[in-house]
């Protein structure tokens, strides 16, 4: 057997344990070190040979692992860690500010040129595996149109803004697509939707004592951009059932494109590619792994620079060699 | 705009005319000609500026076209085609006998990487895109089950088959999913499935006069390898019925995927992706199309041989830049 791909991780929050478990189910690889920037003593991990160090120390590392999964938080983490890293190891990440992908692709490919390192930007399902459907599923189908549902599953970002609000201790928001709808599309129609007519907002609100329910209520469903243009649900719960009920991380989704061929686009086709995930963080990381992986076969072709997930062909994230990929799964 | 691609079909049945339609959907390609084992004169086709030749000119066309789309049929056709015509032109096939692919892809590969050419096999979407979805979520979830289910869709090689039968004057063969076993694999269980367990076969068959139907239905049921092992639903129709209700050519399947993530493989992950279409060859064809783009692309970069689906990068099938695809669609 080969030499094993030696994997560190930045960031042990929900991402970076998942990695540490991805890692684990990956019999090609092995996990060399978590960097942290708490104290390394207060991060207990479940790799017994892997070490916890802090993320001073990752320099020393530079010639002892071959990529480095980046698992830091896409608002101000990767923006500095991104380029900071590519001049130093191969990386992935999972990069997922759609807006500011360009901008972030672009100073993370130059780190990665200068230094001759690989770098996969934007790795998982959306961005990441859904991306791939989509780009592949338009260039097929170039008469259509492409869809994305996302859900049920949390929206970190809209349960933040739920706690912003006025008289809220915590809370749990769920975006969740509307079904008729995605049948619609199943069957074959293609409405002009906004992400508003496609999704509705379920929200598990757990207010301060005495704040005025009615008030949240109306803050949150009027909040622009977040809520003002969705079906918005509110429910008012205690601390303890959201901690009971709703502390999981499902998540899932799907992506159709909805096509015609003939001469006289006689013929339609759905194609759909669909999650259904118990854990959101633990798939995500799961794709991270798979395309370290590719990163590390890259550059030892001397591929370098930034990559997207458009830009690797599949077979660099098999373990298996191509001739057994073309026999058993071709 | 950039110079248009030049495409040649060779072979004008059912995918010889959908590549045909698919290349008028995409307006950075312009079909050439069409070459033909059959007279010319007597092939009608729909693109005004395109010819109609033998095939014996297609060798005057070496320096005119950019690819040529093989569109021959994979048990006599393209052994002799793919070899042959990768030693002229950059190629793309949709090469499906399973079995025999490592085999055609080494036969291919000598005669592309000889003459310089890049030719991609096997392109469609059984192998093709359920390849692709087989290869990526066995990666991304390495524990767990795959499961490929066809249909419901025509199968040529089991309709073929019945109408060897005696007594038979015409027949066709639908293949489909048996949809208690598919509701099983997406509420997560993993059971371990025969092809028979997942399919059923339902055959429309024509009886020649005075012919034994119980005979027939026998000779049916029982035939080993084509129906032996699985749950066969015959029944006797009239010819016109045959030809108003059965000449359609809808398929589809699917690929799902079922693993597990975890310590303790605690969360449950199930991925699928699905077609439904209204003509199998002017899907398929339609692949085809967009790999061509992508065969002549990676040719003038350089790489040259035999490529399957797993080896290219999906930005090649797309006519979009590698710029826009990251800000629109990543």
């Known amino acids: 057997m080969a030499e094993k791909i030696r994997v560190g991780i930045l960031g042990y929050g929900n991402i970076g344990r998942g990695v540490e478990l991805s890692v684990l189910q990956n019999q090609d690889m092995e996990l060399i070190a978590v960097f942290t920037r708490r104290g390394p003593e207060n991060i207990s991990i479940v790799s017994k040979s892997a070490e916890v160090l802090h993320v001073d120390d990752i320099y020393k590392y530079k010639d002892l692992i071959d990529v480095l999964i980046l698992c830091g938080g896409s608002a101000t983490d990767l923006p500095q860690q991104g380029p900071k890293y590519a001049s130093l190891f191969n990386c992935v990440d999972s990069f997922d500010t759609h807006a500011r992908i360009p901008e972030y692709f672009n100073s993370v490919n130059e780190a990665a040129i200068l230094s001759g390192k690989t770098a996969a930007i934007s790795i998982g399902w959306d961005p990441g595996l859904f991306s791939m459907n989509r780009l592949m599923l338009e260039a097929v189908l170039p008469h259509g149109e492409s869809y994305t549902f996302w859900g049920k599953g949390v929206s970190q970002g809209h349960s933040d803004a739920i706690r912003r609000v006025k008289g809220v201790k915590n809370a749990i928001q769920y975006t969740i697509p509307v079904e008729s709808v995605v049948d619609r599309i199943r069957n074959g129609e293609q409405p002009v939707l906004t992400t508003g007519d496609k999704h509705l907002r379920e929200c598990f609100v757990v207010a301060e004592e005495g704040a005025d329910k009615t008030e949240i209520e109306e803050s949150i469903k009027n909040m622009p951009n977040y809520f003002a243009d969705y079906n918005t649900i509110v429910h008012f719960i205690s601390e303890d059932e959201l901690k009971k009920n709703h502390s999981r991380m499902p998540h899932g989704g799907c992506v159709i494109r909805s096509?015609?061929?003939?001469?006289?686009?006689?013929?339609?086709?759905?194609?759909?590619?669909?999650?259904?995930?118990?854990?959101?963080?633990?798939?995500?990381?799961?794709?991270?792994?798979?395309?370290a992986r590719a990163v590390v076969r890259l550059n030892r072709e001397g591929k370098t620079g930034a990559l997207t997930i458009f830009d690797i062909p599949l077979s660099y994230i098999s373990p298996r060699s191509s001739e057994e990929l073309r026999k058993e799964l071709l």
Request: glycine share 6%; no cysteine.
């Open 259 to 291: 096509g015609d061929t003939g001469q006289h686009s006689e013929n339609r086709h759905i194609v759909e590619f669909s999650l259904k995930l118990e854990s959101n963080p633990e798939f995500t990381s799961s794709v991270l792994t798979a395309y």
